[in-house]
């Protein structure tokens, strides 16, 4: 299992959770404040999963900036 995560301006959530539950992923959760224009989107997929999740998510970030994806490996659940 891995864990997505994407920062990016909050504004982008419904999408990202839009491509995670298309993806039958395992669970999603947001982090923002409220002074914060940014939120950090975790996403936990199955190995099998990452590749196509990555892809949807990049595609969809594609023409924004200043948006990252960071990758954690799982050890335990």
């Known amino acids: ?16 959770r839009g491509i995670a539950e298309h993806n039958e992923i395992l669970d999603c959760w947001v982090d923002h404040s409220a002074e914060e224009e940014r939120c950090s989107m975790r996403i936990l997929v199955r190995a099998e999963k990452q590749q196509v999740v990555l892809d949807a998510i990049q595609q969809a970030l594609a023409s924004l900036q200043n948006w990252r994806i960071i990758i954690h490996p799982v050890e335990a659940v």
């Not at 997505?4 to 999408?15: K, M, N, P, R, W």
Request: proline content about 0%.
């Open 1 to 16: 299992m891995r864990i997505i995560e994407v920062l990016a301006d909050c504004g982008h959530v419904d999408t990202i």
